[in-house]
């Protein structure tokens, strides 16, 4: 059969990395295999700080990248002299210093209203500003590549506006992927009249769809619920891990003499690790762990930048010895570091719908096959934990019920009282049972259903 021809928009994609980047890349490295060959529509990653080059080794070469540039709410400074000759006399680039001073000194406070304002004029998304140039270009694909089948995958839902755009212009199919709610998702703006708007905005996505594809069963019962009248084909297709990321794996930045807690991901306000760390610091002063037995590292972001909580907790309960902040390291890196723990910390936010989402590191934690300590909101994710026998669970705002966890764990650990390596017992059957959470059984359920939207 002659390949079909799928446009994959995606504002987030390799080299950027972050939490929403695996399910497009993933679908990008597999899709060929049932037929499809992929053309990815993201964004040039020249303002974006948090990049992993090596993700990008894990495409075949046939998948075409195409990078439309963002238009920068700010011009960045020195974006002008990027064209200037090596070597070359670059002496009037430098201005006196009070001229410096000011312009900074403006630039700064210009930076400080347009933050406040942003909400009322970025919308639905920060990513709006990317809109323009990723239709020019998504064009000029469309009209070379032949694209059977445009698949769009937020957030940011400004992706959805850009599918949404070339679907109505050229006709051709369209599946719209929700990783996250739109407007059902636990952080929203606030502001009423611009969630009126993106109310409006969502209904017209929803409508226009051929296919509506979310991450977890909750989701897909809410979009049918608040969409149902407008929705054609609403499908389930997990988020999961790929089995080749584990392949060969060497534990890194191990320390086998201590029980070894691992989280790799970003904390922010609503989703931090204080209550976990008072429960450990009580559980030392109650001796009934062992200070010098404890190590906990944390990769990616511990605070964002301009705040210090989770750092001044540190300070505060004296745990500096046993806490390691790591920083951003390479997905490969990363995931030696989890293999390398004797424990995985699923950190989840503590909004009241919070156990409507399965966190994607979840999923990343299951292929490493190392007991988990979730502290997460009861819904799907506690509910695989429980069902796959992965670990323990417990509320994150219930100190009680997180000691209790995390001390089983550690009393598993001491006692050696786990499988030889380190792994929990999980069932003969573990490895059929998790199939519809593997990344190239995702990339076989989507191909399907493009195959049968361009065959009715």
Not at 351 to 373: F, N, V
Request: proline share 6%; aromatic share 8%; glycine share 8%.
């Amino acid at each position: 059969m002659k390949d079909r021809n799928v446009l994959l928009i995606c504002y987030g994609f390799p080299p950027i990395g972050g939490g929403g980047v695996p399910r497009p890349l993933k679908m990008a490295k597999y899709l060929g295999e049932f037929g499809w060959k992929v053309h990815v529509l993201t964004v040039e990653p020249a303002y974006h700080a948090t990049l992993d080059p090596t993700l990008l080794a894990q495409l075949p070469p046939e998948v075409q990248i195409y990078r439309a540039k963002e238009m920068p709410l700010i011009p960045k400074r020195g974006a002008a002299s990027a064209a200037v000759p090596a070597g070359a006399n670059q002496t009037a680039v430098d201005a006196s210093p009070p001229r410096q001073s000011l312009k900074a000194a403006l630039k700064k406070q210009v930076v400080s209203i347009l933050k406040q304002v942003k909400p009322y004029l970025l919308i639905p998304d920060d990513q709006i500003l990317w809109l323009p140039n990723a239709l020019k270009l998504g064009r000029e694909i469309m009209r070379r590549e032949k694209i059977d089948v445009i698949f769009s995958t937020s957030g940011p839902v400004t992706n959805h506006l850009v599918a949404r755009k070339l679907a109505k212009e050229t006709g051709c199919k369209w599946v719209a992927d929700f990783r996250d709610p739109w407007t059902q998702n636990m952080h929203t703006s606030g502001i009423a009249w611009r969630e009126r708007l993106e109310e409006g905005m969502e209904t017209g996505v929803m409508s226009e769809a051929d296919a509506i594809t979310t991450v977890t069963a909750t989701f897909a019962e809410n979009f049918r619920k608040k969409h149902g009248a407008w929705i054609k084909r609403l499908e389930l297709i997990y988020n999961g891990f790929d089995q080749a990321d584990f392949e060969d794996l060497q534990p890194l930045h191990a320390v086998p003499e201590k029980f070894h807690a691992v989280y790799a991901g970003i904390l922010y306000q609503k989703r931090n690790p204080r209550l976990l760390l008072e429960a450990i610091r009580e559980l030392i002063d109650a001796k009934e762990v062992d200070e010098n037995d404890l190590l906990l590292s944390f990769a990616g972001v511990f605070d964002y930048p301009g705040y210090s909580e989770n750092r001044d907790c540190v300070e505060h309960l004296r745990l500096n010895e046993i806490v390691r902040q790591m920083g951003n390291l390479p997905h490969k890196e990363a995931l030696g570091l989890m293999k390398g723990a004797d424990a995985l910390l699923l950190i989840g936010d503590v909004s009241a719908d919070a156990g409507a989402y399965i966190p994607g590191k979840l999923y990343e934690y299951m292929g490493i096959g190392k007991p988990i300590l979730a502290l997460n909101k009861a819904g799907e994710a506690t509910e695989i934990i429980e069902q796959f026998h992965l670990g323990q669970v417990a509320d994150p705002q219930d100190k009680a019920a997180i000691k209790q966890a995390y001390l089983r764990l550690y009393r598993e650990w001491k006692d050696r009282g786990v499988a030889a390596d380190g792994q929990p017992d999980r069932g003969a059957d573990f490895a059929e049972r998790v199939k519809p959470y593997e990344r190239r059984e995702q990339a076989r359920q989507l191909a399907q259903l493009m195959d049968e939207l361009i065959n009715v």
